[in-house]
């Protein structure tokens, strides 16, 4: 029996997020002897208990799917609406009258962690209550935190964002060579250091800069990183230093708590801002030197400029395979990411059990980090180069970027 098809994205967006939406749109509607309309939620599940939808195919009659694949952002909209725990709760109930109502057979959410959650609470509501409803995570996150994948998709392209950028600003940083000065740039990352890691690939040789990189996967002690930064200063005069803004005592305070108080999300994560400027003010205070901080902030997961085609391509494919899945029987699952063993990068997509991935993080291997954990082993390198690999050229209007908006 042919039913419909619904998508819809949530959480923070990322570079390539439009991507998946591209490869699970094209794929539904290319697969007309299953799928009969295909649906967008508009600002995610929350969007869609407000009656929030849009049909997705006149996009590919006007071409603007195809615009879809190289914007960033989240096109529909996205949410940071969180299920209640209560499986007996009446939201429940609510939402799937709905998907009765647009006879909705195949479900999509793209994101990450919570958003996996999401997929995990309403495929077990489905088991539940004896629906047919086949309910598919595609996977998504700078972060590169979720477990049983690889990889995530979105962080290829912000790893690259995070390398370049880093690049450029140690290019910067070492114009003047006669006096000593510290640049620190702070990267997103909260619990898991991924992302800052990535500002590794931006050196030039071996120990170019960043010199000193911390990620929260280690403990951050203020004094040990003084001394660090004295003793680095003695071989690099315009030093830069790359940490997390999640850098944390080991012990469960943040290092940005130290200089003020910290607000929290709905999903009661708190929101972290101000590690680098703490640090800057230490550095200024201590040790009485030139410093200033750079927070990078949302340009990591919305710039186009240095897409990775590697990453591009792995996100529509995934959600074109997520698709697959779905028609093929599978349901309270997300895609993963496999990459083959061998020098030669190679990956492949299959699919795990969402209950055992929703609300888990994957950290950096320790192994990973550098003993006294202010630097990257060659193991990440290794790791990540393959997935900044390749350009991609984003359609231009005016010499500007040209993106797809919703009307």
Known sequence: MIKNVIVGQSGGPTAVINASLYGVVSEALSQKDAVGNVYGMINGIEGFLNGQIMDMAPLRESGELELIRTTPGSYLGSCRYKLPEDLSDEVYPRIFEKFLEYEIGYFFYIGGNDSMDTVSKLSRYAEQTG???????IPKTIDNDLI????????????????????????DASVYD?????????????HAGWLTAASVLARKYKEDNPVLIYLPETAFDPEVFLSE???????TANLVVCVSEGINDGKGTFICELASDVGVDTFGHKMLTGSGKFLENLVRDRLGIKVRSIELNVPQRCSSAWLSATDLSEAADSGAFGVKCALAGETGRMISFIRKPGEDYELTFGTEDVNLICNQEKAVPREWISENGSDIEKEFIDYALPLIQGSVTVPEENGLPKFAYRK
């Open 229 to 235: 930064v004295q003793a680095a200063l003695e071989d």
């Open 131 to 137: 629906s047919d409803i086949r309910f598919i995570g």
């Open 148 to 171: 049983l994948t690889d990889h995530t998709p979105g962080f290829g392209s912000a790893a690259k964002f995070v390398a370049s950028t880093v690049r450029e600003i140690a290019v």
């Open 178 to 190: 006669n006096k000593q000065s510290v640049t620190i740039v702070e990267i997103m990352g909260r």
